[in-house]
């Protein structure tokens, strides 16, 4: 089935899954490429995605602050032990900035 309950499961190659609140679970973009394994905290944000497959990142998490802002990504290498950082910085509710961890 290419659509299910309005939301696209497969074009061109590209193949997603959803979950029962129809946030997209799983993507795999084309034959060979990496699949991708979405996580959701309790607020329905992406707070993970694990990669299989992926030539640099094996995953990458996200935190977010009280008022829902995106306020870090932590980006996991394969074979390095310490992952970066970013966080994301606010005034208000505009992002006015980011800093990565490698390069301060």
Do not use: C
Not at 10 to 39: I, M, N, V
Not at 44 to 66: I, K, M, P, W
Request: glycine fraction near 8%.
């Amino acid at each position: 089935q290419v659509v299910w309950h309005n939301l696209l499961r497969r074009l061109k190659g590209a193949r997603q899954e959803y979950d029962g609140f129809g946030r997209l679970a799983w993507r795999k973009a084309a034959r060979g490429a990496a699949e991708q394994f979405f996580s959701y905290n309790a607020e329905h944000q992406l707070s993970e995605v694990r990669l299989s497959g992926h030539r640099t990142f094996s995953r990458v998490q996200y935190r977010y602050d009280a008022l829902g802002r995106r306020t870090h990504k932590i980006l996991h290498r394969h074979g390095e032990p310490d992952a970066e950082i970013m966080t994301f910085h606010w005034q208000g509710l505009q992002m006015v900035g980011e800093q990565s961890s490698r390069s301060p």
